[in-house]
């Protein structure tokens, strides 16, 4: 498997999946779910309502799957990260599910490439730099990594890209 950073709008990816830091409602907010949901089109929100038809939305830490409707990427894989508000274990394994149930739905649907940006770092605000550990750890852990070809760590801010350089080249230490 190949990690790969980038600092770029992930909307413009051409992977087979690429993850939406989404909402609990699944229909669409500010941040990257809203690039995603304006970029992709309508298809991506009939797919979204038909889930929240059948399931009620998607809770924390859950992940759902998509069309990727007007995006370069052939599926959104929807996934809701937590909302900080402290040092919490539980936030933490909130979002390491996050990373963990969005790569379980890749491989159940043969995606071989695919492109995470910062979950939970915007408004939800999770600090950025214990998310990045977070984000590399749980990739780095999965336990079928071997079906995924490439993750694409994706930063939109110049903040993110350097604590993800700066983990990611320690780790090569």
């Known amino acids: 498997m190949i990690l790969q950073l980038v600092k770029a709008d992930i909307t413009e990816i051409c992977v087979d999946a690429i993850v939406n830091a989404a909402n609990t409602s699944l229909l669409g907010g500010g941040g990257v779910d809203g690039a995603i949901h304006r970029k992709g089109g309508k298809a991506i929100l009939d797919d979204c309502i038909a889930i929240r038809n059948k ?3 998607c809770k924390v830490g859950q992940a759902v799957i998509t069309t990727a409707g007007n995006l370069p990427a052939k599926y959104v894989i929807h996934t809701v990260g937590p909302v900080w508000n402290g040092d919490k274990e539980e936030k933490n394994n909130l979002l390491k599910a996050c990373y963990q149930n969005s790569l379980e739905l890749a491989v159940q649907n043969n995606i071989k490439t695919i492109a995470f940006p910062g979950i939970s770092t915007g408004i939800y605000r999770f600090p950025k730099d214990r ?6 750890k749980s990739v780095r852990d999965f336990y079928k990594i071997s079906e995924i070809d490439k993750v694409i760590f994706v930063c939109f801010d110049e903040e993110s890209y350097e604590i993800y350089t ?5 780790e090569l230490l």
């Open 55 to 57: 399931q009620g939305g």
């Open 131 to 136: 998310a990045a550990e977070i984000a590399i």
């Open 166 to 170: 700066g983990l990611l080249e320690r």
